[in-house]
């Protein structure tokens, strides 16, 4: 509710006071505005009032237009009329909004944007140590400014850990809950050891209550003086690992859909990862219709990727994949560099 009651009282008389004005101007000089006019105050008081005082506002606006109607040599001026008083429904509609929310519309606005910026830089990959290359590359379905599926990642010493999720649905409709998740999640990332992280948050989901979403997870910890990484996941698309050789092997991590069940048992997949060889994480959204392996032209794409020793480019890598209007996309690159190796072999 809005709680400055003197100013709005003192905003309210104001544009009454314009809509009088506006009246009798086309009242006794019928050529000199139009009706649609009366829009401008009704947009104001949407913007500015509460609902009460749009219904105040919207009943002298009715009277003034069943005044102008009556006095109007014009045939239009019903048919302007009547967008008029669809305004005030409009408006009347905002301020409700407004009142529900308990924010006008800037600082609503305000609090999305700095939510999506601070959602982006959390789930912004680390620099990969000497040696290694980590890349991502996310989109939206229809484009949506937020997303369902989110990255978070870690790195404490040699040791690298990223996680990749996905809210079911896509876009903004479930950016309430991806938001929500993001956060926990990434408060239990690092404080909670690699092996109970998805139980963790399975246990975080579960205690939500959600009827009708879920979430899935891939998480990829990596040794980066050794190579050994760990592959768990919860009821998503497998992770696979490309050899050096260009062979492409799916993970066989497994277990159940994060807040499914509350005491779940996810199955690890130990790899090691060789001078050459890429992991990459994918979302639904970047797989082929049986849901098991890469999207045509996705693998392509990472193999140049993987060949190039470059940083992931995001547009040549999106441009490979047909984009998604069901479902976001995600993909997360970690790859051993054999450059790197030949140097240190050298040295």
């Not at 003197?6 to 086309?26: C, H, I, M, Q």
């Not at 399975?202 to 209550?209: D, L, P």
């Not at 193999?303 to 040549?316: C, F, G, H, I, R």
């Not at 479902?327 to 030949?342: N, S």
Request: proline share 6%.
């Amino acid at each position: 509710m809005i709680r400055a009651r003197w100013p709005e009282r003192w905003v309210l008389a104001g544009l009454v006071a314009v809509v009088v004005v506006l009246t009798a101007v086309k009242v006794l000089e019928p050529d000199a505005e139009p009706v649609s006019a009366l829009v401008l105050p009704v947009m104001v008081a949407g913007w500015r009032l509460s609902r009460r005082a749009v219904v105040v506002l919207g009943a002298v606006v009715a009277v003034a237009l069943v005044v102008i109607v009556a006095t109007s040599p014009f045939e239009g001026t019903v048919v302007s009329a009547i967008v008029v008083m669809v305004t005030v429904v409009i408006a009347y509609r905002y301020a409700w909004l407004r009142e529900r929310w308990g924010l006008t519309a800037t600082q609503g606005l305000g609090i999305l944007l700095d939510l999506r910026d601070r959602l982006r830089q959390q789930g912004e990959l680390p620099d990969g140590p000497d040696g290694w290359t980590v890349g991502r590359v996310l989109r939206s379905a229809d484009d949506d400014a937020m997303r369902g599926d989110f990255t978070l990642a870690l790195r404490e010493g040699p040791v690298l850990q990223v996680v990749l999720v996905d809210v079911s649905g896509h876009g903004a409709r479930v950016a309430p809950q991806a938001g929500l998740l993001a956060g926990a999640f990434g408060g239990l990332l690092g404080a909670v050891p690699p092996d109970a992280l998805l139980s963790s948050c399975n246990a975080y989901v579960c205690r939500q209550g959600w009827s009708h979403t879920y979430a899935t997870a891939v998480h990829l910890t990596v040794d980066t003086d050794t190579g050994e990484a760990v592959v768990r996941s919860a009821g998503h698309p497998p992770a696979h690992l490309r050899r050096a050789t260009g062979e492409w092997v799916p993970s066989t991590a497994r277990g159940p859909v994060l807040g499914l069940r509350p005491d779940p048992q996810y199955v690890p997949d130990v790899l090691t990862l060789r001078p050459g060889d890429t992991v990459a994480l994918l979302s639904d959204g970047l797989v082929d219709e049986r849901g098991e392996s890469p999207a045509v032209g996705l693998t392509d794409a990472v193999d140049d990727w993987a060949e190039s020793l470059l940083p992931a480019v995001e547009d040549a890598l999106l441009a490979s994949v047909t984009p998604s209007a069901s479902d976001d996309q995600a993909l997360v690159l970690v790859r051993r560099d054999r450059a790197a190796a030949r140097e240190g072999r050298r040295a």
